[in-house]
């Protein structure tokens, strides 16, 4: 696909990896719109990013949110579902709000962005849902059992929607990362010792290199590891 001039929505748009990609993609030539829960971060990447970027404060678990930010959203050629929250630790453990947090927003956020973006990608001649999942999403790990379950959940969903739309339009690839150096265990109150893991601007080169393929070129899955790191999620 050829990404100028393209309508790209990325979720978790503001930091980590979802920045990475808006800063490749929107020097392609793409339009990227971002989509946040913090405002403040938000408008700190649109204003980095310039003319080709838009930003929406919105919540991905909340279906009326994002129904409200699709109905803004004029035309998408690429949703890249990229949300996602980190919980870890026994189940015993976890509380019943950070449960429900990681189920809402790691899978049913990536539901409910497709079901409400879905319309208008089936409209153009060729659109992309690309969805970033996780290395958790096809192996149990230790202490990871809730981030497991909601990234299995997230790994179905993108098998099943592969063969729902694999006569129509929509291309649907899921992408399987290890650990990349973000903020997402700081933000759950896990740090990690993790400067020397995947560096997103590095990853996001390779996401976009995937979607400029031809349509009937088809990446199913891909897995992208790091390798000799002194740590390990």
Excluded at 48 to 77: H, P
Excluded at 169 to 177: A, L, S
Excluded at 184 to 207: C, H, R, S, Y
Aim: charged share 25%.
């Amino acid at each position: 696909m050829q990404l100028k001039n393209k309508s790209v929505v990325i979720t978790g748009g503001s930091d980590g990896l979802g920045f990475s990609l808006a800063k490749v993609l929107s020097a392609k030539g793409a339009l990227v719109n971002l989509i946040a829960r913090d405002k403040k971060k938000l408008d700190s990447a649109v204003k980095e990013l310039g003319s080709n970027a838009n930003g929406f404060v919105a919540d991905v678990s909340n279906w009326q949110e994002i129904e409200r930010v699709a109905q803004k959203i004029e035309s998408i050629d690429i949703l890249i579902n990229n949300a996602g929250v980190w919980i870890e630790g026994s189940l015993l453990d976890c509380e019943i709000a950070r449960i429900d947090q990681a189920i809402d927003i790691n899978l049913k956020g990536v539901i409910y962005a497709t079901k409400a973006f879905l319309p208008k990608l089936k409209k153009g001649t060729e659109a992309h849902v690309l969805n970033v999942v996780s290395t958790s999403g096809l192996k149990g790990r230790d202490g990871q059992s809730v981030y497991c379950a909601s990234k299995f959940g997230v790994s179905g969903f993108t098998e099943a929607l592969k063969i729902d739309l694999e006569k129509t339009n929509v291309k649907v690839t899921g992408f399987y990362p290890g650990g990349m150096k973000t903020h997402l265990f700081d933000k759950a109150g896990n740090p990690k010792a993790n400067q020397d893991w995947m560096n997103t601007d590095k990853v996001a080169e390779i996401i976009v290199f995937m979607l400029e393929q031809d349509m009937n070129m088809v990446m199913d899955q891909v897995v992208l590891n790091k390798r000799m790191t002194q740590t390990s999620n």
